[in-house]
């Protein structure tokens, strides 16, 4: 892995931690206000559920420190889909606090979420994780980023439903918060089917649905959401660790 690689992957770990403070520059609006403009949907779970996006900074930080002190095989065949993930997280944090556009977020979701299941592809052919640290870090790091990259894609699809047929965040709640949870099952069947056989997929995905459940508990009091997203979740993990993963081109 030569030096420029090394450089702009550490640059967009590092801007992946200064783009979410724009708006306390006064540069326009947290993501968070703007998800709760107009009340509190079904889908979207409070916001410490979001802190996740630390950890997941955090261990990009790591993996570009380590990809420029002292690279491998590893981080030379991760590098790639990991720069183009972390630069469209960048563009999508940065359009969300500057333009709000829902339709514009969703699109922007996806190449984050193609290109961090791509990581995590590749990190599957080369026999997931070895025992080693440096395997643990990039399997945590592909495998959060891949889960909660599909989290954000399946919250932000009713979304878009209601923003088309113009409908108010309490509005419909049930068709809301089924096309998250079937997103979310769709998107953990493809993932364990084609992408990897990694379990922080799905560490992500119930950290998601967790937030799913509380927020229909503890904030919308619609208690029978809650059971809903918790049993859905719970099918979800169950069948993929009874019945395991076996991706495409092995």
Do not use: C
């Amino acid at each position: 892995m030569n030096l420029k690689n090394a450089l702009i992957l550490l640059a967009i770990a590092i801007g992946q931690f200064l783009a979410p403070a724009l708006p306390s520059l006064g540069i326009g609006e947290s993501v968070g206000e703007r998800a709760l403009q107009t009340g509190i949907p079904p889908e979207l779970p409070p916001g410490i559920f979001f802190s996740i996006w630390g950890v997941i900074f955090t261990l990009y930080l790591i993996f570009a420190a380590i990809a420029l002190l002292k690279p491998s095989y590893v981080e030379m065949h991760l590098a790639h889909p990991l720069v183009l993930a972390g630069v469209g997280n960048v563009i999508w944090m940065v359009s969300n606090q500057l333009i709000g556009n829902i339709a514009l977020d969703l699109i922007l979701l996806l190449p984050i979420l193609l290109f961090s299941w791509e990581a995590s592809h590749r990190l599957h052919r080369m026999g997931g994780f070895d025992g080693t640290g440096r395997r643990l870090l990039a399997g945590m790091l592909t495998g959060l980023l891949s889960g909660w990259a599909a989290v954000a894609v399946s919250i932000s699809l009713p979304r878009l439903v209601r923003a088309i047929r113009d409908l108010g965040p309490t509005d419909q709640v049930w068709i809301s918060l089924w096309i998250a949870l079937a997103s979310l099952a769709i998107l953990a069947w493809l993932y364990a089917t084609r992408a990897s056989r990694g379990l922080w997929f799905f560490a992500a995905l119930g950290w998601g649905v967790t937030g799913i459940v509380l927020n229909n508990w503890t904030r919308t009091d619609m208690h029978w959401l809650a059971a809903a997203a918790g049993l859905v979740g719970l099918y979800v993990i169950w069948r993929r660790l009874a019945y395991g993963a076996r991706p495409a081109f092995q």
